[in-house]
């Protein structure tokens, strides 16, 4: 399982950025996907998740009502819309495959098997 992500950038506070991730492994079966960040001196954080078989997703308090996870079929990414940016959200962003089957525990970066290389988005 590959995973690429795209879209990162410079963006003001208040502003919008759509992220991307594109990657095998988004079947139909039940996969959890997820969008992580890291800020310098932080731990990574889970930001959103998605089970791609019935699309049920969840979101860290933080971006809630903000961000919105979702799966484009016909590029076979999942998405990551920023909204209403904040510059909190400073951070290398990160999407994970393969993840927990319980969904209380999507948020655990430990519980991922496939990682992107991250791209990066500064908010200012």
């Known amino acids: 399982v590959q995973l690429v992500e795209s879209g990162g950038g410079s963006v003001n506070t208040g502003g919008s950025l759509r992220l991307s991730c594109a990657g095998s492994?988004?079947?139909?079966?039940?996969?959890?996907v997820g969008w992580f960040r890291q800020a310098p001196g932080k731990e990574r954080e889970g930001v959103a998740g998605?089970?791609?078989?019935?699309?049920?997703?969840f979101y860290a308090d933080s971006v809630k009502g903000r961000f919105t996870i979702s799966r484009n079929n016909a590029k076979n990414t999942v998405d990551l819309q920023m909204s209403d940016v904040k510059l909190d959200d400073t951070a290398m962003y990160y999407c994970?495959?393969?993840?927990?089957?319980?969904?209380?525990?999507?948020?655990?970066?430990?519980?991922?098997?496939?990682w992107g290389q991250g791209t990066q988005v500064t908010v200012s």
């Open positions: 994970a495959s393969g993840g927990p089957y319980y969904r209380y525990i999507w948020s655990r970066a430990d519980q991922y098997n496939y």
């Open positions: 492994g988004y079947s139909d079966s039940t996969n959890c």
């Open positions: 998605m089970w791609t078989g019935d699309g049920n997703s």
